[in-house]
């Protein structure tokens, strides 16, 4: 769950890939890094330290993209920020390394006592380009199966082909994904075809906030995943 919280941070920057790195053993860095946005020191200040913070209210309903992929689109993934904090599962220290229109900060998060159960130790700041967001803890507890991370990960994401997670430099792809039930090819009176892949994504994944059928075309998905056709975002792409 903490990474699942952490993933879902960088879907919500607009991120195409997380990369994420468990080690073999403890006192050795776990890392997740992402392409998105990245924060400035004032978002990370007032988005990532705000015990609460109302993303919905704050942002919107819709992820955030980098310029180059502002013509994408996505429902937010998160809430009120609660999960942001999941790399104090595994250690009582963390840093985040971002990186956001020339600025590269490293901020450093620790347990504290009080009202306030986070503590920002220590930020520095230069010059760097691109965007993006990596989270780095030496693990001290919780180390978690890359195996079990993977397959986990794979089914809460697995409706978007345009978001790919890596585990220690693998993904599952759709067709190798524990909960695939069954596989077959559609073909229609006009003479196109489609690929259909059913999958029980409850098998590594208890709970996942997008249910039903995800349409891809071009390897984009269309619209929102659904069990009711005719209504929703994607309903004019096929009219």
């Not at 429902?75 to 020339?102: D, I, K, W």
């Not at 082909?161 to 190798?176: C, D, H, S, T, Y």
């Not at 999958?199 to 984009?220: E, H, I, L, M, N």
Request: some cysteine; overall charge neutral.
């Amino acid at each position: 769950m903490a990474l699942t919280e952490l993933v879902a941070n960088a879907w919500d920057a607009g991120s195409a890939t997380v990369e994420i790195t468990i080690p073999d053993d403890s006192g050795q860095l776990l890392i997740v890094e992402d392409v998105g946005t990245g924060m400035s020191s004032a978002d990370f200040r007032k988005k990532w330290m705000t015990l609460g913070y109302d993303r919905v209210r704050l942002q919107g309903f819709s992820a955030e993209f980098a310029p180059e992929r502002a013509d994408w689109k996505r429902p937010a993934y998160g809430r009120n920020g609660v999960g942001r904090h999941g790399m104090l599962c595994f250690a009582s220290e963390y840093q985040v390394e971002t990186r956001r229109e020339g600025t590269m900060s490293l901020f450093t998060v620790s347990t504290a006592t009080g009202d306030n159960p986070r503590e920002l130790l220590k930020e520095d700041k230069k010059r760097a380009t691109g965007h993006g967001t990596k989270w780095f803890a030496n693990v001290t507890r919780n180390l978690p199966s890359p195996d079990r991370v993977r397959q986990v990960l794979s089914a809460r994401f697995l409706h978007d082909p345009q978001f790919q997670v890596k585990v220690n430099g693998r993904f599952i792809p759709l067709a190798e994904h524990e909960g695939l039930i069954d596989r077959e090819m559609l073909r229609f009176a006009d003479g196109c075809q489609a690929k259909a892949f059913f999958v029980d994504s409850t098998r590594s994944a208890k709970t996942t906030p997008y249910q039903g059928v995800a349409f891809w075309v071009g390897g984009r998905l269309v619209g929102d995943p659904s069990w009711a056709i005719g209504v929703g975002n994607w309903q004019s792409s096929f009219s």
